[in-house]
């Protein structure tokens, strides 16, 4: 079954500390991984989009790792700000335009 | 080009009422895509057009709701005899295949509440 799990749930950190979000999937066959913010009451917006043979994708202070022998994936926030508290959402691409999403990790980031 | 486009942004209604969603996707996307997200949840999908063919629709897709694409540019998705179950936010995506790698770019959605 095509899944993709998000782990944690929740997270609380401390303004200026790093948090790592994991992502774990069973999509066959793999397209690509994108990591997704989205504040709240607003749209997801992209953040990084990795494919088979990337293992690492930075932007800005967000940096996405991807083991694909493994079938996980990491989002790492450095030095948090308040404006990163969202929900951060993995979705999975499947060869032929599918699409799979996990069900979200939400950051808070308290001053 | 500004991305994707949804409107409107907030709807208020009455229990009973049909109300209608629109969608402008990113103009050289040829796939369109609708989704449902409660809170705290990830977006459940609903539907999805290639062009103005709707190719797939979920069993969240109850007779009430309609979804169209009739030009295969923008998309219409309409409620009728809304109920409370039915307050969420309606997500819409584009996407089209480049190189291999699928990429769906999301809309900043409508949200309704059912009263």
């Known amino acids: 079954k095509n899944q993709v799990e998000q782990s944690p749930q929740s997270l609380i950190i401390l303004e200026g500390k790093n948090c790592t979000l994991q992502c774990n999937y069973t999509v066959s066959p793999f397209s690509n991984l994108r990591w997704y913010k989205q504040d709240t009451g607003r749209g997801p917006v992209s953040l990084t989009i990795?494919?088979?043979?990337?293992n690492t994708k930075s932007n800005g202070r967000y940096t996405a790792t991807l083991d694909a022998d493994t079938k996980q994936s990491s989002l790492h926030i450095t030095a948090s700000q308040l404006s990163d508290s969202a929900s951060y959402i993995c979705?999975?691409?499947?060869?032929?335009?599918?699409?799979?999403f996990g069900t979200g990790t939400s950051l808070t980031v308290i001053p | 080009d500004t991305g994707v486009s949804q409107d409107p942004r907030h709807k208020i209604t009455k229990r009973g009422q049909n109300v209608t969603f629109r969608c402008d996707p990113i103009s050289e996307h040829n796939r369109l895509y609708w989704y449902r997200q409660t809170l705290g949840q990830g977006p459940e999908f609903l539907t999805y057009?290639?062009?103005?063919?709707?190719?797939?629709k979920s069993r969240l897709l109850s007779d009430r709701f309609s979804a169209e694409r009739p030009k295969g540019s923008f998309s219409t998705l309409e409620i009728q005899r809304t109920e409370q179950g039915d307050s969420a936010m309606y997500l819409c995506a584009s996407s089209t295949h480049l190189a291999g790698a699928n990429v769906l770019t999301f809309g900043a959605g409508s949200r309704l509440t059912v009263l």
């Open positions: 057009f290639q062009n103005e063919a709707q190719l797939e």
């Open positions: 979705v999975v691409s499947r060869t032929g335009n599918q699409f799979y």
């Open positions: 990795m494919t088979f043979s990337e």
